[in-house]
């Protein structure tokens, strides 16, 4: 039997979060489909804006994310330490955004209704009451699908589901669990072979993360890249230079266990493509540092490129998925047999 959300979600304690959402019967809603000849390419950008508008809005991190033709991934990260820290204005301004009193198909508004501010403000039992819809999990992805969804049936003059049903969350409850999750989001189009290279996927968070990468370390990206590993490219104007790009991927500080150009080494340690016609040397540091993780290395590799289906709700540690099956009085917990595989010590 299924666990309840809330036994896999806590919105009140800090978690990060791998969450998937299909399309209906999997159609090809986000993408080419080729029965009817259509492209709905450009609802990805939509779920792109939604993204970026939901971040400034909510207590919620969007670390990583690829929107694929029927499906989408991303990591979530919520943020209630941040809540206590607010007063009671930011609380009432930011939820009079959320729920601006209209219907919303493209974004939230940028300024909230002052009315709506005063009204919350008025009632502070109320507004004690919503605080935590700021760090809902749930909320953020019901406010974006529920808004393409509406969108999409108004654009094609339908009516009916868009979504399959309740989004699948993973909770991760370690460093390498979270690491495995990330690279496996990133990499879902190469595995897809919609894409020959990682770095030139679209609508995924990987090109956001080179390019924000570059800006900050004040090189190009083509040395951004030589520095990091010498099998990953970059192509300088490549799918995701449009504006719809999510700018707030890669604020989430301490979301990842190592830098970014550790990172870069370690998605080409899994990808294990060939570049440049030929096959890239294995990176000995990449086996190194997943050893100070705590992980052998090629089995941790393995699970990174089927992470979803190597864990259930739970990803982390046997010693972790063990306890959340004490908390949760089950005799044993999906998953646990792939981490004592893949965990040095058990």
């Not at 919620?60 to 929107?67: P, R, T």
């Not at 760090?135 to 999409?152: L, N, P, Y």
């Amino acid at each position: 039997m299924g666990l309840r959300r809330k036994d896999v979600v806590n919105r009140m304690q800090v978690g990060v979060y791998h969450v998937t959402t299909r399309c209906v019967r999997q159609a090809f809603l986000l993408g080419t489909d080729y029965q009817i000849d259509s492209s709905n390419h450009e609802r990805k950008s939509w779920i792109e804006q939604w993204f970026q508008s939901l971040t400034d809005v909510m207590l919620i991190e969007l670390c990583a994310y690829a929107v694929m033709d029927n499906h989408t991934h991303s990591i979530l990260r919520n943020r209630p330490d941040l809540l206590e820290e607010m007063d009671d204005r930011e609380v009432a301004i930011r939820l009079a955004r959320l729920y601006p009193g209209y219907q919303c198909l493209q974004g939230l508004p940028v300024e909230p209704d002052p009315e709506r501010v005063h009204e919350l403000l008025d009632n502070p039992e109320e507004l004690k009451r919503r605080k935590t819809q700021l760090v809902d999990i749930s909320i953020f992805m019901a406010r974006w699908e529920e808004a393409v969804a509406r969108r999409a049936n108004k654009e094609e003059d339908r009516t009916g589901r868009f979504w399959e049903g309740r989004f699948y969350c993973q909770k991760l409850l370690d460093s390498a669990a979270i690491l495995a999750a990330t690279v496996y989001v990133e990499l879902n189009p190469l595995r897809a072979n919609i894409v020959e290279l990682p770095e030139y996927s679209q609508f995924t968070s990987l090109v956001n993360r080179i390019k924000l990468s570059t800006a900050r370390a004040g090189r190009t990206p083509e040395e951004l890249v030589e520095r990091a590993s010498p099998g990953l490219e970059y192509e300088a104007g490549s799918s995701g230079d449009g504006p719809t790009a999510v700018s707030n991927v890669m604020d989430c500080d301490g979301f990842l266990p190592i830098d970014n150009q550790r990172y870069l080494r370690v998605l080409e340690f899994v990808s294990r493509r060939k570049a440049n016609g030929k096959t890239c040397e294995m990176l000995h540091s990449v086996p190194d540092l997943l050893t100070r993780l705590g992980v052998r290395p090629e089995n941790w590799r393995q699970t990174a490129t089927t992470f979803e289906k190597a864990y259930r709700q739970f990803a982390g540690s046997p010693a972790l998925l063990s306890e959340v099956a004490d908390n949760l009085e089950q005799r044993c917990i999906h998953g646990i047999s792939t981490a004592q595989r893949v965990y040095l010590s058990n």
